[in-house]
């Protein structure tokens, strides 16, 4: 059964950071790639960043670039979202996915719950 549980949420002022992580079990995990998605209040679930299996090669949206970076640490079956000059507007549930190739499309057939992550102005 696969599982992907994110953690790192949680309350922070405009302009901190947040390191998100990601673990996952019951898949081999250094062949899919790995997604984080956000979905705030009333609206829907929208691309943040993608990797691929390797960890070479990333996807932003434009919303995060130059914020936000994606890694991966295969040995440790983790991927992360470090979120940097963090904006009101990136208040959302954070979600990591795992999927065949490092799309922005939300077709991940893998998904975990989500973490909280509010910045407050």
């Known amino acids: 059964q696969v599982q992907l549980v994110e953690s790192g949420g949680g309350l922070v002022q405009a302009g901190g950071s947040l390191r998100l992580s990601c673990a996952a079990s019951g898949l081999t995990f250094s062949l899919y790639a790995m997604g984080w998605f956000r979905q705030a209040p009333g609206k829907e679930r929208d691309f943040v960043a993608a990797i691929n299996w390797t960890g070479g090669r990333t996807n932003y949206a434009d919303s995060v670039k130059g914020r936000f970076t994606i890694s991966r640490d295969n040995a440790k079956i983790t991927v992360f979202l470090q979120m940097n000059s963090l904006k009101p507007e990136d208040t959302a549930v954070y979600y990591c996915?795992?999927?065949?190739?490092?799309?922005?499309?939300?077709?991940?057939?893998?998904w975990g719950q989500g973490t909280q992550v509010t910045v407050s102005s």
């Open positions: 996915a795992a999927g065949p190739t490092y799309s922005s499309e939300s077709d991940y057939p893998y």
